[in-house]
């Protein structure tokens, strides 16, 4: 039920969908008796469309997400092993085409190509099912294999896990397959602007991850000024920012995750034991 509400849920928060209604909406109305209101509609739905398009409003809405946690310290030394989480391949794509069909987000899993190369003998798990409403046929993690494989990752560092279709059951399952000990350090990889809600879930699953975020959308402060050249881009970006910040809302207030906006842990008194997802040594 969560997954299906949380879909429709998702689908009706991004500011394209939205303000297209409204547009829509709006046009109907003005063969109606309400055509004031309709025009009202329709030109406020164009303005925030430009604004949204063209201006940095995406950049303003992701910025946060993506600063809330820091870059991983290769110097705290080699973890115990490595996550990743789906989002990346177009399952239906992929059995169409014979080989994966990446996406924009693909940085999550070509990041793992030097991680691999640097911790040699840590296991590599990724997780991810198939994340779509209507098609169910095939799942990320089957055309995943062969191309961590291509990164020379030996077979039996792999482990996939093919049932999660939300964030929150990427922690679940990938919890119930990897059964970490106490004192392992397991990083997350996945996008920067994703990783707070990640790493919420996690916690929430008992299951003390360490943050390698990825897949940075902005290039730093400069960009909460800069202008987009077109308007899917921009309509990309806000759209991609309002689907974590809906998604934190929507699993914090269902109790899948403790805290509204996860962030690093306090370092003072840090035990490594316990929770690692931000300690510094």
Sequence with gaps: MFFVASKIFGFLTLPSNLLFTL???GILLMATRYARLGRVLLIGAVLLLTAFGLGPVGNWLIYPLEQRFPKWDHSRGAPDGII???GTVGPENSAARGEP???ESAERLTAVAD????YPK??????????SLLQIGHTEAQFVRGLLESFGIAPERIRLEDRSRTTAENAILTMALVNPKPGERWLLVTSAHHMPRSVGVFRAANFPVEPYPVDWRTAGPD????LF??????????????????GLLAYWLTGRTAELFPGP??????DTTKSTDNCRP
């Design 84 to 86: 990743i989480l789906g």
């Design 265 to 270: 842990r306090a370092t003072s008194g840090c």
């Design 101 to 103: 069909a990446l996406n």
């Design 115 to 118: 991680l691999a190369r640097r």
């Design 23 to 25: 547009a829509l909406v």
């Design 229 to 246: 050249s077109t308007f899917p881009s921009g309509l990309g970006r806000a759209d991609a920012a309002m689907h974590e910040w809906a």
């Design 223 to 226: 960009d909460l000024y800069a």
């Design 122 to 131: 840590v296991p590599v798990v990724f997780t991810g099912g198939n994340a």
